[in-house]
T-cell receptor
Framework: EAGVVQSPRYKIIEKKQPVAFWCNPISGHNTLYWYLQNLGQGPELLIRYENEEAVDDSQLPKDRFSAERLKGVDSTLKIQPAELGDSAVYLC?????????????FGPGTRLTVL | RKEVEQDPGPFNVPEGATVAFNCTYSNSASQSFFWYRQDCRKEPKLLMSVYSSGNEDGRFTAQLNRASQYISLLIRDSKLSDSATYLCVVTGGTTDSWGKLQFGAGTQVVVTP
C-alpha cells in the first residue's frame, strides 16, 4: 500500500514568491495534518483536517498561509508571500481518524528554502 | 516554558547498554501519549503508544507518570540501528477529545560500537 505522498520534495524560492505543497494521504485516512519542522525541533502542527473540515487551524499563520482539502482526500498548503523564516521542512501526515488520536503516518516532507 | 520538553541529548550509548530518557508535559489534562522515532532527514514514525499501566514492545519500555507529568522511554540491549531522535507526542487538554497535538523537540540517541 502506498504511503503518504508529498510533492515537491525540495523547493527553493526567493522571498516574497508564492509556493504550494501537495499531499495525498493514505487511502481511507480521514484525518490529514500539515506540520512545519525546523532543524533540531519537533514538528509543529499547522492544521488538522477531518475529511474536508479544518478542525484545528489555530497554529496556521493565516496572513500568509492557506490550506485546502476540498474533496476530503488530497490537500494543498500554500504560502504567499514566502518569508526567509519560512525555510523549513513541511510534513504532511494522515491517520484513520475517529474519536481519539491514533497513529499518524508521515510523508517524506517538502524541504523549503527561501532565499 | 514549552508545553512538552525533552532533553535534547545526545545520549551516547555503548552497543548493548540500556538508555532511558524522559519527556515532561505541562498540561495535566493531556490524554494520549506516544513515542515517535525520527532518523536523520527522514519523517517521524510511530515507535509506540504509551499507556497508563506502562507498556513494553521488545527492547522498548514506555511508562507514564501522571502525577509528575512525564513519560519515559527505556531501550534495553541497544543496537546500532537504534541511533535516532526520539520524539514524544502529547495530546489532549481541551474540550475537543483530541486536544492540541504537541511534539517535543526530540532526544537524540547515538549508539556506538
Amino acid at each position: 500500500e502506498a504511503g503518504v505522498v508529498q510533492s515537491p520534495r525540495y523547493k527553493i524560492i526567493e522571498k516574497k514568491q508564492p509556493v504550494a505543497f501537495w499531499c495525498n494521504p493514505i487511502s481511507g485516512h480521514n484525518t490529514l495534518y500539515w506540520y512545519l519542522q525546523n532543524l533540531g525541533q519537533g514538528p509543529e502542527l499547522l492544521i488538522r483536517y477531518e475529511n474536508e473540515e479544518a478542525v484545528d487551524d489555530s497554529q496556521l499563520p493565516k496572513d500568509r498561509f492557506s490550506a485546502e482539502r476540498l474533496k476530503g482526500v488530497d490537500s494543498t498548503l500554500k504560502i504567499q508571500p514566502a518569508e526567509l523564516g519560512d525555510s523549513a521542512v513541511y510534513l504532511c501526515a494522515s491517520s484513520l481518524g475517529g474519536g481519539a488520536p491514533n497513529e499518524q503516518f508521515f510523508g517524506p516532507g517538502t524541504r523549503l528554502t527561501v532565499l | 516554558r514549552k508545553e512538552v520538553e525533552q532533553d535534547p541529548g545526545p545520549f551516547n550509548v555503548p552497543e548493548g547498554a540500556t538508555v532511558a530518557f524522559n519527556c515532561t508535559y505541562s498540561n495535566s489534562a493531556s490524554q494520549s501519549f506516544f513515542w515517535y522515532r525520527q532518523d536523520c532527514r527522514k519523517e517521524p514514525k510511530l515507535l509506540m503508544s504509551v499507556y497508563s499501566s506502562g507498556n513494553e514492545d521488545g527492547r522498548f519500555t514506555a511508562q507514564l507518570n501522571r502525577a509528575s507529568q512525564y513519560i519515559s522511554l527505556l531501550i534495553r540491549d541497544s543496537k546500532l540501528s537504534d541511533s535516532a531522535t526520539y520524539l514524544c507526542v502529547v495530546t489532549g487538554g481541551t474540550t475537543d477529545s483530541w486536544g492540541k497535538l504537541q511534539f517535543g523537540a526530540g532526544t537524540q540517541v547515538v549508539v556506538t560500537p
